[in-house]
């Protein structure tokens, strides 16, 4: 699971057009700010829940969501009803965050973006409700207490930096906004840098580092270091992701479009999100994002329409890779009784169109 792709699946292009209406944007700038600032918005808030009764009042802003909202986007976007929920959502961020720490984060988007603060304020109170309904989803479908929802974003840390651009990040850096999903990293790389008493690094004359290779019983560091990773991992990785057999698509550009890499993460956070149906109540919570992936995945397909023939070819070759994979997936759900009512036209369409993208 990925709660930054849930986020955004909620996000079509469409859905941003109406977004970027709303607020007198183009449809460009919006899309900038809707990939950055959704992954900021929930490294602030896993850095809220990591501190004492964080949590607990992250618990309770999410007890009070309206999910119904996410399958109603559509509808409010573009809308007068778009400036009212926005800025109720800039009010329970600034709840969660504080004025400053809401402040820090609008004024940083805005200059990443080079969007007004206005404008990026308002955005950021759209997409507030849109995250917190995410988490809430989340939090109701497995039951989590205050506890729960803490370990949930803290396990995702890794895919909320890895989402974050580079130059937003040094942006928030000694904000305590991303405390939790950077500062570790940071702190690790400073130390590996720095530590020479052990003979692990040292610096040569002009300020290079180079690495040492004195030994430890006749073992040279970089050995033991070695060793002791492929140990570790092979203790603590736990069990391969179903698609790690599947190799990484390279970049097959349609315009600004990186086709393979959108659709890379449009097939990884679908996989999750079909494992997630088990019956009636999971097909309903699941069916907005499911809506989300078909849409995406049908302007993935019409993009990848402007590909040159070879690229189509090895565009269809990865798609095709992941068919063994999804269609046993959709087939079970399509037989489930209590699921396939609410979610089956939705994912025909979704099997049509990963068909035609495997033929190339």
């Not at 700010?33 to 829940?49: Q, T, W």
């Not at 002009?206 to 040492?212: P, Q, V």
């Not at 907005?288 to 189509?312: C, F, H, M, V, Y």
């Amino acid at each position: 699971m990925n709660l930054v792709s849930i986020a955004l699946q909620y996000l079509a292009p469409a859905l941003v057009g109406k977004l970027a209406s709303g607020l007198g944007l183009g449809q460009g700038i919006t899309d900038k700010i809707v990939r950055a600032a959704v992954p900021v918005i929930l490294g602030a808030l896993a850095s809220k829940a990591a501190k004492p009764d964080g949590a607990r009042a992250l618990f309770d802003v999410l007890g009070k969501q309206d999910t119904g909202l996410l399958g109603r986007l559509s509808n409010v976007l573009g809308s007068p009803q778009q400036k009212t929920i926005a800025e109720q959502g800039s009010n329970v961020l600034g709840s969660l965050l504080g004025s400053t720490g809401l402040g820090s984060l609008v004024g940083a988007v805005s200059k990443f973006s080079g969007a007004s603060q206005s404008a990026t304020c308002g955005l950021i109170g759209m997409l507030a409700p849109i995250v917190l309904g995410t988490l809430s989803q989340q939090q109701k479908s497995s039951s989590l207490d205050a506890g729960g929802i803490a370990k949930l974003l803290s396990d995702q840390k890794s895919n909320i930096a890895s989402a974050i651009p580079s130059d937003l990040s040094k942006l928030l850096s000694g904000s305590g906004l991303l405390d939790a999903v950077v500062s570790k990293a940071t702190s690790t790389t400073s130390t590996t840098t720095s530590t020479t008493s052990q003979g692990t690094s040292t610096y040569a004359p002009g300020g290079s580092a180079t690495t040492s290779t004195k030994p430890f019983n006749g073992w040279p560091w970089a050995g033991l270091v070695a060793a002791a990773s492929l140990l570790w991992g092979s203790m603590f990785s736990g069990p391969p992701a179903p698609w790690s057999s599947i190799p990484a698509p390279p970049r097959l550009m349609a315009g600004s479009t990186d086709v393979a890499g959108e659709l890379d993460t449009q097939l990884k956070g679908l996989h999750g999100l079909l494992a997630s149906v088990k019956d009636k109540t999971t097909a309903e919570q699941a069916l907005p994002r499911l809506r989300a992936a078909q849409t995406t995945i049908e302007r993935l397909d019409g993009a990848a329409k402007q590909l040159p023939n070879d690229s189509k070819k090895m565009l269809g070759g990865y798609v095709a890779s992941w068919l063994p994979l999804l269609t046993p997936m959709l087939t079970s759900i399509a037989g489930n009784s209590a699921a396939a009512p609410l979610v089956k036209p939705v994912l025909d369409g979704v099997r049509g169109r990963l068909e035609s993208l495997a033929k190339g």
